[in-house]
């Protein structure tokens, strides 16, 4: 990890460990530098004695070495510089994103090489990983902004919610007008949600259509079992009519006299006839 530097001379002072940074230890490095920042330990773009003394503590606690303050302030200069030098490259540049998945900024191959032509030291990062971009940029892309930007957007929002001005503002790294719910173009957490938008939306805009057919499928569904309800009631209602009227009548003794009478059975035989019918006798009818 660290390699001590042999004085030239007996009277030379031993210089102190170089330290060979690593990835893993420049996440404990910012991981521990944004906790500072979010307890309020960092003014203006400047940290604190207090920030740097929890920093090393912290860094000595998780990567076990006796760091010193020279080795965490060089560490985050160097990472500074290095962000600042993207960060600058492709401030107010359209169709770049950081992925962190790669590491690199991405573009379609026509972006980048308009780019090059414009930019040819720019040859560099479109290969160079830059790790950590994202953690970086929460850290120091504040600091690149000066005068009266240095207020960051959610800032200038807030400051012009209370005024009860508008909402719009001028992005200073895009240089052009846009709401307070647009976001940075160089932030790499909407960067990373929004390298595929258009794809995105396409693919919500077919979720909810896929969605809409379902519900027309269900409520489609629905009516044909209702109407199928209906119609099984009609035909229920309408065989209780027919068994109704496909069971023999019973007529009661006065109505088969009635009836007797009514086709015209003569007087001398209708008692008869009228027995006959009752009784259920096994006999001819009286001619």
Not at 84 to 97: E, I, P, Q, V, Y
Not at 145 to 160: D, I, N, P, R, Y
Request: charge should be neutral; glycine fraction near 4%.
């Amino acid at each position: 990890m660290a390699k001590k530097a042999r004085g030239s001379n007996e009277g030379d002072q031993p210089k102190k460990d170089t330290v060979k940074w690593t990835d893993h230890m420049d996440v404990v490095l910012l991981d521990a530098l944004l906790e500072q920042q979010v307890n309020g330990n960092c003014v203006d773009g400047t940290f604190t004695s207090t920030a740097y003394n929890n920093v090393l503590k912290v860094c000595r606690e998780e990567l076990k070495y006796p760091f010193d303050k020279d080795h965490s302030k060089n560490r985050i200069k160097t990472l500074k510089n290095h962000f600042n030098t993207c960060h600058d490259l492709f401030k107010g540049l359209s169709g770049f994103a950081w992925s962190s998945t790669t590491k690199v900024f991405e573009a379609e191959p026509e972006v980048w090489n308009a780019l090059l032509e414009a930019k040819p030291h720019a040859k560099k990062w479109r290969y160079t990983k830059i790790q950590n971009y994202d953690k970086l940029y929460d850290l120091f892309a504040k600091d690149r902004v000066t005068g009266e930007g240095a207020m960051s957007t959610k800032e200038k929002v807030q400051q012009w919610e209370k005024e009860g001005s508008s909402s719009q503002f001028i992005d200073v790294d895009r240089q052009e007008e846009v709401t307070s719910e647009s976001p940075d173009p160089l932030n790499p957490q909407f960067n990373s949600q929004s390298g595929n938008t258009t794809k995105n939306l396409k693919r919500k805009a077919s979720t909810m259509d896929s969605r809409d057919k379902q519900v027309e499928m269900i409520q489609s569904s629905i009516n044909n079992v209702a109407e199928a309800i209906r119609e099984g009631n009609t035909i229920a209602e309408k065989g209780v009519e027919v068994l109704q009227k496909a069971q023999p009548r019973i007529y009661s003794e006065e109505e088969i006299y009635a009836e007797l009478l009514k086709i015209g059975v003569p007087d001398s035989i209708v008692l008869e006839a009228f027995l006959f019918l009752v009784n259920g006798a096994q006999k001819s009818c009286p001619k």
